[in-house]
């Protein structure tokens, strides 16, 4: 069975970090573009950041560009979203998604295969 589980989130003030893993079971994540995503009560969900297959793109959101970093490691089949100077508008469930890559693919667009089930994140003092 493919799975993605994600991990990491929490309760943290503002300024501080977190850093959410995405691991993959089922499946090898050799072959697949991730996207991190992340949805606020009473919004839609939003594209955060994506890395290609091979980790040669990488692409963010502008509201988190410059604060937010996203690896991978594929041989731990786990991919990485460091979030530093971490905001309470960054307050959300925040969800990895994997999509079949090719070549220097990735996406801020919801067209990924598979879905994790999220992770709190909730920025307060």
């Known amino acids: 069975q493919l799975q993605l589980v994600e991990s990491g989130g929490g309760l943290v003030q503002p300024g501080g970090s977190l850093r959410l893993s995405c691991a993959a079971s089922?499946?090898?994540?050799?072959?697949?573009?991730i996207g991190w995503f992340r949805q606020a009560p009473g919004k839609e969900r939003e594209g955060v950041s994506c890395i290609s297959r091979r980790g040669s793109t990488t692409n963010y959101a502008g509201s988190v560009k410059g604060r937010f970093t996203i690896s991978r490691d594929n041989a731990k089949n786990t991919v990485y979203l460091q979030m530093n100077s971490l905001k309470p508008e960054d307050t959300a469930v925040y969800y990895c998604?994997?999509?079949?890559?090719?070549?220097?693919?990735?996406?801020?667009?919801?067209?990924?295969?598979?879905w994790g089930q999220g992770t709190q994140v909730t920025v307060s003092s």
């Open positions: 089922g499946f090898t994540l050799d072959y697949y573009a």
């Open positions: 998604a994997a999509a079949y890559g090719v070549g220097t693919w990735c996406s801020l667009d919801e067209s990924y295969d598979y």
